[in-house]
């Protein structure tokens, strides 16, 4: 059997492994990747193998960078199976379409801004080849196994990640002999709201293992609701903004979560708050739908609240007009907008026009990356641009960081642990992570394993 690794390998962008037998061709994942525009677009429109080929793709969960360029998958030639779960398979087709508009908006913008001899610029996929290939998704529950002919078993079982997160167990017959392989996906966190925990594995015999935050401990969830609280009542009282940057995908429905649990217990203040965000919404129908899926907290508040995702003080925005009408309205309000680290969408729009008033707070709910507006405002850069206009920073600017949905440290180390103890890990490769974060990783769990872990590189194979 052979493994390439043709993504996410000592990087976290582009999750994408290709699986090699006597009879098969299996991918796991096809993610975008992200990062420089002409890198990524030449990583992005090439595969290393023939589309067409493959025999199936098994995806993990629905974040772009693990579902994002399975329409060019489509586009290419590839017309086999996507498993998948349920909840995953309605999250892809959502942000799937969101990202085909996006690149033809991109397309048109960047076709105005070249000289006129420049050759056509051409998304990676259109919506249609989005609902194409969306017809493919093959929808798997957890916990069984599954039989895809007499040479291939597969079983999801939660990842604890996002919604509908699948750590993907596979039992393939390769020159007569059973291969037991598990990808972790992207693994979960303990305690976090909403989801519940990652499930552990007993034993196999090759594990391809995210390592994100291998070398990280992360603040607690717990201690989010409460800071909310504390920075809703000051903005009430001050009559100031409360603006949000949030992820479209698993932040915005946590903080609408841990408003509801405030509006519950009678503690929010009569302030009220808006989801400025079309994605947003698509979304939290999701979460209803599948609301069987989550934690058991989930299941005790709707013995009470029918709607953890709705209560008198919370208005899903959808038009343009309704959006812009929130920058004249007077007092003070909440807004959550995409995108997380403030490089597009309305939230851009929410900044412009409330980062100039002291009494307004920017909350930055989670990791900046490099370059961003949300790097300059969470480093305190004392103006920004937006829109190509400088503006003086200053609205308060608070920064709220125990969301991450990616395992730390202390949950590696449990989950090796607990999944050890019920069968031998053979060989361990190391993905998705920087190379820091990934020898941090391989050293916490050497003892857990048979073998050294392996961190591979971009595009190197392997004969297991």
């Known amino acids: 059997m052979k493994i390439t690794f043709l993504g996410a390998a000592g990087e976290v962008t582009g999750s994408q492994h290709l699986i090699e037998t006597d009879s098969r061709r299996i991918l796991l994942d096809c993610g975008l990747f992200q990062g420089h525009r002409e890198e990524s677009y030449h990583k992005n429109s090439h595969f290393a193998y023939s589309p067409e080929s493959l025999d199936a793709v098994f995806l993990s969960h629905g974040h772009m960078d693990h579902c994002g360029n399975i329409p060019r998958l489509y586009s ?95 039992k ?158 007077e007092g003070a309000f909440v807004v959550i907008a995409g995108s997380g680290m403030c490089e597009n969408g309305r939230v851009r729009h929410h900044l412009k026009n409330g980062i100039e008033h002291a009494e307004n707070t920017i909350v930055l709910m989670g990791y900046q990356a490099a370059n961003t507006l949300g790097r300059r ?5 004392p103006r920004v641009k937006i829109f190509d206009r400088y503006y003086q920073v200053k609205a308060k600017v608070v920064q709220l960081s125990g969301l991450s949905g990616h395992a730390d440290v202390e949950d590696f180390k449990w989950w090796y642990e607990a999944s050890a103890k019920h069968g031998n890990i053979g060989q361990v490769f190391l993905v998705h992570g920087e190379p820091e974060s990934a020898t941090a990783l391989a050293a916490l769990i050497r003892d857990q394993c048979d073998l050294e872990p392996i961190i591979p590189q971009y595009q190197q194979s392997f004969e297991v």
Not at 82 to 109: G, H, N, P, W
Not at 110 to 126: A, F, G, Q, W
């Open 172 to 329: 393939i017959k390769d020159q007569r002999e059973w291969r037991h392989i598990v990808f972790t996906g992207d693994l979960g966190r303990r305690n976090l709201p909403l989801l519940r925990d990652p499930e552990t594995i007993a034993g196999c015999d090759v594990l391809i293992s995210e390592s994100t935050y291998g070398n990280r401990v992360h603040e607690k969830a717990s201690d989010i609701k409460e800071e909310l609280y504390q920075i809703l009542n000051e903005a009430y009282r001050v009559d100031g903004r409360v603006i949000i940057p949030a992820f479209s995908l698993g932040r915005t429905q946590q903080i609408i979560y841990y408003l509801n649990e405030l509006y519950n217990e009678k503690r929010l203040p009569h302030i009220p708050v808006f989801v400025d965000s079309p994605l947003s919404t698509r979304l939290v129908s999701v979460y209803r739908h599948h609301i069987h899926e989550m934690d058991n907290d989930v299941g005790k508040m709707m013995e009470s609240d029918r709607d953890p995702f709705g209560f008198a003080l919370l208005d899903y925005v959808s038009t343009r007009e309704q959006s812009i009408s929130l920058n004249k309205r």
């Open 76 to 170: 290419k030639g590839f017309r086999g199976p996507v498993f998948c779960t349920s909840a995953t398979a309605d999250i892809a087709e959502i942000m799937l379409k969101d990202s085909a508009r996006i690149q033809e908006e991109d397309a048109r913008y960047l076709v105005r801004k070249l000289k006129e001899n420049h050759p056509p610029i051409e998304p990676l996929y259109s919506e249609d080849d989005v609902n194409q290939v969306a017809k493919q998704f093959e929808r798997l529950e957890y916990h069984e196994w599954h039989e895809l002919g007499d040479d291939v078993k597969v079983r999801f079982l939660d990842a604890g990640h996002i919604l509908g997160s699948a750590i993907i167990e596979m």
């Open 377 to 381: 405002l969470q480093q305190r850069d």
